[in-house]
C-alpha cells in the first residue's frame, strides 16, 4: 500500500492555482492540471488515478476498472495498479486501508459530508462489498481547517454539536473530532486513526478556500 498527501508545491499550474492543482473543476488551465496529474501518477507508479465529481453527499463507489468518474464522495477498491484519489482544500481527506484483505479507500469529508458520516459509510461499504473487518481497519485523515480557522455560522452546526467549540460567542468546527468519533464509535482502536496536525488555513504549502477562495486542489490518494 502506497498513500500520500500531496501539498501545493510540485507542478505546472500559475498564480493562483501554483503549483500542483489538481483540481479541474477551479478555472485553472485544464492542460495543466492534466499535466499535474500526469506527474502525480508517474510519482506514484499507477497506470490509473480515479478522481470523483465531489457533491458533498455520503456516495460511496466501488471502483474495479479504473476509468471510472463518478459523482460521489468515497471510492473503494480492491485492485492493484489503481489510485484513488480525494480531492481537498480545506474538507478532510480521508484515507483508508484494510491491512489484511488489501481493501482501499477514500472519502471526501468537509462539513456536510461530516454531518452524513461518510466515513463511517465508507467502512460499512467496505465491511460489506469486501468482507472488511473493523479490527484491521487504519484510517488516516490528511491536512485539512482545523479549529483554529473554521468559524461558521450557528446555522452550518447542526448535526455537528459534539464537536462545536464556542469562543467569545463565535462557533468554531472541529471536524477531525467528529470523524474521530465516528470511527471511535465503530470499534476502530484510537491507535489505527492518524490525524495530520496540519491546518490548511493556516499553513501556506496548502490550498485553502477558507484562505484564498479562488484556489487549486491538493489531494490524498491511496493505491495498492
Ligand atoms: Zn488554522
Same mark, same amino acid.
Given at each position: 500500500m502506497q498513500k500520500l498527501f500531496t501539498t501545493r508545491?510540485?507542478?505546472?499550474?500559475?498564480?493562483?492555482?501554483?503549483?500542483? /492543482?489538481?483540481?479541474?473543476?477551479? /478555472?485553472?488551465n485544464a492542460l495543466h492540471v492534466k499535466e499535474n496529474r500526469a506527474i502525480l501518477k508517474k510519482q506514484l507508479g499507477v497506470s490509473n488515478l480515479v478522481f470523483m465529481n465531489q457533491v458533498h453527499g455520503d456516495e460511496v463507489v466501488v471502483v474495479s476498472k479504473g476509468d471510472e468518474y463518478p459523482s460521489c464522495d468515497a471510492l473503494i477498491c480492491a485492485q492493484e495498479d489503481i489510485g484513488l484519489v480525494v480531492m481537498v482544500a480545506d474538507c478532510i481527506p480521508i484515507l483508508f486501508y484494510d491491512r489484511v484483505r488489501h481493501i482501499i479507500g477514500v472519502a471526501h469529508a468537509g462539513r456536510a459530508g461530516s454531518a452524513l458520516h461518510v466515513g463511517q459509510k465508507t467502512i460499512a461499504k467496505m465491511q460489506e462489498v469486501f468482507g472488511s473487518k473493523i479490527e484491521d481497519m487504519q484510517v488516516f485523515m490528511g491536512p485539512s481547517i482545523q479549529k483554529c480557522c473554521y468559524e461558521v455560522g450557528i446555522e452550518a452546526t447542526v448535526g455537528l454539536e459534539k464537536c462545536l467549540h464556542v469562543k467569545h460567542g463565535r462557533y468554531f468546527l472541529d471536524l477531525q473530532s467528529a470523524n474521530k468519533e465516528d470511527f471511535l464509535a465503530l470499534g476502530?482502536?484510537?491507535?489505527a486513526i492518524e490525524i495530520s496536525p496540519i491546518c490548511t488555513c493556516c499553513d501556506k504549502d496548502y490550498f485553502s478556500y477558507r484562505r484564498d477562495k479562488t484556489t487549486g486542489r491538493f489531494c490524498g490518494v491511496i493505491t495498492l
Open positions: 508545491f510540485g507542478g505546472v499550474s500559475q498564480v493562483p492555482f501554483d503549483s500542483l /492543482n489538481v483540481g479541474l473543476h477551479v /478555472n485553472d476502530i482502536r484510537e491507535e
